[in-house]
C-alpha cells in the first residue's frame, strides 16, 4: 500500500541548523552562526522507532549535513536499522576523502543547485558556490555512486530546468529533484520577483512531464507540486482521506 504520492515511506533528518552559507531562500534560516543541533543518539533512537513505524528512507540535510560531527555514526546507523539513507548538500565539503567514509552507508547524495551560476551564486551569496557545487557533482559521477540533483525551483530559475536536466543527463545523474520555492524563513524577504505565480507552477508541473517522458537515459524527474486534480484523484493514496481509514502505523498516514 502506498502513503501518499511518494513510493517509498520517508523520514527527514535535519541533525544541525549550522551551515557554511546563509541561502537567502533557507527555510530553516540556517547560516555559519546557528548551533542549534541535535544529539546523534537520540536521532539513531527515533530512527529505530520510526522504522518499526513503517518509515523506509531516511533522508539527511540541515542546515548543511557535512558539518554536523555525528553524520558518519548516524548514515551507519540508519543503514544497519534497515533503511536507505539519502544526502542532501550544497557541495562545498564534498570530496572523494570525504565520499570514502560515506559511501558504505549513504545510498544517494543529492547536490543543491538554485540554477545556473549567476543566479545560484546570487541565493548562496558566495561567488565559488556553483563552482563548488558542479566540483562536487562531478565527484560523484566519477564515482559511481547514484547520485541527483536537486534543484530550487524560483521564478528566476524557473528557465533554467532543462539546463539542469541536460547537466543531471550529461553527468549521468539518477534523480533530478524540482523543489518549488518555499516562502519560508530566510525566503519571506525575498523580493516578490522570486515568488512562483500559479501559471509558473502549472509550467512546472507540464515541464516534469515532458522531461520525464524524454528517455529512458536521463534521470528521473520529481517534483515537490501537484496539481489540484491530480491530487483529487489520488484520495485514496492517502489513508486518513478514506472513508474508513485502515491506519496500523503511523507512516500509512503520515507521508512528506
Known sequence: MRSGFLPVRVVHVHPTRTCNLACAHCYSESSPAARGALGVDVLIDALAQLRGEGYENVSISGGEPLV?????????????QGYGVHLITNGILLTEQRLRTLRDHVHLIGVSLDGCEETHNAVRG?????RNAMRALHTLAESG??????????????????????RARELGANLLHLRPLAPEGRARTLADSWTLSHEDCARLIVLTEILGGVGPDGPRVQVDLVAAEHLNGAREQFELMRATPDVRQLSDAVNP
Open 68 to 80: 554536523y560531527r555525528g553524520l558518519d555514526r548516524l548514515a551507519e546507523a540508519a543503514a544497519n
Open 126 to 130: 558566495r561567488a565559488d558556490a556553483f
Open 145 to 166: 555512486m547514484p547520485f541527483g540533483i536537486v534543484f530550487g525551483v524560483s521564478a528566476q530559475s524557473l528557465g533554467d530546468v532543462p539546463w539542469a536536466y541536460e
